[in-house]
């Protein structure tokens, strides 16, 4: 479940990525989906406004499943984890005392045959 999410995750991301390159900007940028009125790219297809009006409305929506999905990853991979400090301020993190040593001269012992 998780691996299914991860990669539906980047393929969002990924598609983010090519609709915020295909919007022109209005330094210039890389526009790569034209605009205006003549010519090639998407502007043969739609009107100026009406691209950027699918646009727009697309990153939102791609957006929102970005985050969307980046916080069903974060709850899903919460599951056994160890418990933190800041999950309750009263926890004691100290390591727990040595074993008490009977006998022991505190070197490791080698087994023999």
Do not use: K, W, Y
Not at 84 to 91: F, G, R, V, Y
Not at 101 to 112: A, D, K, Y
């Amino acid at each position: 479940m998780l691996t299914v999410l991860l990669v539906v995750h980047v393929l969002i991301a990924l598609a983010l990525i090519v609709v915020v390159l295909l919007q022109r900007s209005e330094g210039g940028g890389l526009g790569i989906g034209g605009g205006g009125g003549g010519g090639g790219g998407m502007a043969g297809f739609m009107t100026g406004r009406g691209t950027a009006n699918l646009l727009t409305r697309t990153t939102a929506i791609l957006a929102a499943c970005f985050m969307a999905s980046s916080i069903t990853l974060t709850i899903l991979s919460q599951g056994d984890r160890a418990p933190s400090l800041l999950d309750d301020p009263n926890l004691d993190l100290t390591l727990p005392p040595p074993a008490s040593e009977s006998g022991t001269s505190g070197e490791p012992t080698v087994p023999t045959n």
